[in-house]
């Protein structure tokens, strides 16, 4: 695929916040790197899909999937994945609290990193500008996920990451995957790191998640990720191994290549 970065924006009943935010990433990555902006539109009801044909006139880079109904957050973030033209992805959530200025900070660490194929960066909220109620409940969660799955990420449910395309899409999918993505990753035997990143109040729009429905789905997904986690398979590779391209008496000869 071409060098670049593709930035996925799952949203819901957002109508306020896409513009401004769309124009936000626009100007983070000016004159950075070809960068495309990729709203999937999950169902919404109020005026989203409107808002972003007007705009999609004035920014050519802006691309509109939608879905039929919603889907879920995670349904959202593959359908903007598959569809990338890049395989550099950033996802960041649609409520204009992920600063889009810290885009450009992950693009650098991302395209620097020796490890970049199996890397996941992802945005730690130091200074969450939440609700204490959701501060503390996000906190129980963490501690409790990091103690069982052994992920050691801070903040695995800030939607601001980065990671390749191509490692996206051998994780296993399922409802909710966007909150664990760290502990997929290392299921797979890629690498997480955790970066600063800053958080702003929501100024428009209302949260979409309850506190009680949030920990509610996690206690599941959470036990769910736990079974997952120990049945990983992955494979320790000693040689590649290739069909010979010289012609030979024996049709499945195979020479190792070191």
Not at 55 to 70: D, F, G, V
Not at 199 to 226: E, W
Request: charged letters at 25%; aromatic letters at 6%; a positive charge.
């Amino acid at each position: 695929m071409a060098i670049g970065i593709s930035v996925v924006v799952p949203v819901k009943d957002e109508v306020e916040n896409v513009v401004p935010l769309a124009n936000e990433i626009a100007a983070s990555m000016a004159n950075e790197a070809p960068t495309e902006i990729i709203f999937v539109d999950d169902g919404s009801t109020d005026g989203t899909a409107d808002a972003l044909a007007e705009l999609k006139q004035r920014l050519p880079q802006l691309r509109i999937i939608r879905h039929a109904k919603n889907a879920g957050q995670s349904r959202s973030i593959r359908t903007g994945v598959r569809a990338a033209r890049f395989d550099v992805i950033v996802t960041l959530d649609g409520d204009g609290q992920n600063d889009p200025a810290d885009i450009l900070e992950l693009w650098r660490i991302g395209v620097t990193a020796p490890t970049t194929p199996s890397l996941l960066i992802a945005g730690h909220r130091e200074d969450r500008q939440d609700s204490w109620t959701k501060r503390t409940a996000s906190q129980i969660a963490n501690r409790i996920r990091r103690r069982l799955l052994v992920d050691d990420t801070p903040d695995a449910g800030c939607g601001l990451k980065l990671f390749p395309r191509s490692l996206f899409l051998d994780l296993p999918y399922f409802d909710h995957m966007h909150r664990f993505l760290p502990a997929l990753v290392l299921r797979e035997g890629g690498i997480v790191r955790s970066v600063r990143v800053n958080h702003r109040p929501r100024r428009r729009g209302v949260s979409k998640y309850g506190i009680f429905d949030r920990l509610g789905v996690g206690v599941v997904d959470l036990f769910g990720m736990i079974w997952l986690k120990r049945r990983a398979a992955r494979p320790y590779l000693l040689d590649e191994v290739l069909l010979d391209s010289q012609p030979t008496s024996t049709p499945d000869r195979i020479s190792a290549v070191r």
